[in-house]
């Protein structure tokens, strides 16, 4: 079975501190570590997604990374933004307009925001999107592409 697990929290956990966006007292926008098993033979890339869907936060994009070799299984934890990211693997912007991974820094007083990560197993080696996609068209070059995909969510709140 397909299966992605974060190295850096647990599945339903609060998301430590350090991996907070740097405008969190203390945050800092450390990129989460993740593992995955299992992907079907005929996967050719993998594509990451984290997405905050609290009403509040609108589907907030936290990391767009696409064009991951199926040979890879993990992606290291602080490797967003340097040449520790998978060989061939692109980031996307976010939600903040920054390259790569943003962390959560959910409104004071919005309660808990579930932070999804979410691995798509695909049938392409890469996807042609440019460094400013957007959700909507992330999910548009995915269709008919996802062989099979795995999640897991981490929380955040600031009170």
């Known amino acids: 079975m397909f299966t992605l697990t974060c190295l850096s929290y647990g599945e339903g956990k609060e998301i430590p501190l350090a991996y907070a966006h740097h405008t969190v007292k203390g945050g800092r926008n450390l990129s989460p570590g993740f593992r995955w098993e299992d992907p079907p033979r005929e996967t050719k890339s993998f594509a990451l997604s984290i997405i ?40 996307l912007l976010n939600s903040y307009n920054e390259k790569g991974y943003g962390g959560p820094a959910p409104p004071k007083g919005s309660g808990v925001h579930p932070y999804v990560a979410t691995l798509y197993a695909l049938n392409v080696p890469s996807l042609p999107l440019g460094r400013d996609t957007v959700l909507s068209a992330f999910l548009r070059a995915l269709e008919g592409k996802v062989i099979a995909e795995a999640a897991m969510t981490g929380t955040c709140e600031r009170r």
Request: overall charge negative.
């Open 52 to 91: 905050d869907p609290h009403p509040v936060a609108d589907n907030w994009v936290h990391w767009f990374a696409i064009d991951i070799p199926f040979r890879e299984r993990e992606i290291r934890e602080g490797a967003s933004g340097t040449a520790r990211m998978p060989a061939g693997a692109k980031e």
